[in-house]
């Protein structure tokens, strides 16, 4: 016999917790030997093709502090814009990496290959970026975003171009500090908060 559905209620969303470096970064929660390392601890290999670089960088929220709990995953593709399994993709860079913010700092670093542009479906090229996928405390669903880079030519993008309000674009650009070395904050809502994907 089949339940009447209208009888069920939907149950509550739950936030990432302290649960989630548990499940996907054990090592660094603390919990030695549940892999042999974390899973995605790195996005390229010895021998990566590309200028490699490091992004520094917070998830801030509204009142102005780093949270110390956020877990960031990375996905890009090679400096040559090809993704992993593709043909000719330098077999040195998986794309995919798997972070968390410093407990006591709030910082990040991912340091990785500067990737390459990418085609567009519809033609064109996309500008080289990196997606992001955040995880925290308090955030119920994971949030999407992407790093663009101040040093690279943003101007084609097909979805920069999308963004109406033109000042927010500059919340998704990697400001340079120094030689392959990037600052990029993101800012969960308030002043200059950061544009959020809906995929």
């Excluded at 993704?83 to 913010?101: L, Q, T």
Aim: charged share 20%.
């Amino acid at each position: 016999m089949v339940q009447a559905l209208d009888s069920l209620t939907e149950t509550p969303s739950q936030t990432a917790g302290p649960y989630v470096h548990i499940g996907c970064i054990p090592s660094f929660a603390g919990i030695p030997g549940v892999y042999p390392e974390d899973l995605g601890l790195s996005s390229i290999a010895q021998g990566a093709k590309g200028q490699i670089i490091t992004i520094t960088g917070a998830v801030i929220d509204g009142t102005g502090w780093a949270l110390r709990d956020a877990m960031i995953e990375s996905w890009q593709p090679d400096a040559a814009g090809r993704f992993a399994g593709e043909a000719e993709a330098d077999p040195a860079v998986s794309g995919f990496c798997r972070f968390a913010a410093d407990k006591d700092s709030g910082l990040f670093t991912l340091t990785t290959v500067k990737p390459g542009a990418v085609p567009h479906r519809s033609g064109g090229l996309q500008a080289p970026h990196i997606s992001l996928w955040i995880v925290a405390r308090g955030i119920n669903i994971g949030l999407s975003t992407r790093i663009y880079f101040e040093d690279e030519d943003n101007s084609g993008d097909p979805l920069l171009s999308r963004i109406e309000q033109r000042p927010r674009v500059e919340t998704l650009i990697a400001k340079q500090t120094g030689e392959g070395q990037y600052r990029f904050d993101i800012r969960l809502q308030g002043e200059n908060e950061t544009v959020f994907l809906d995929l």
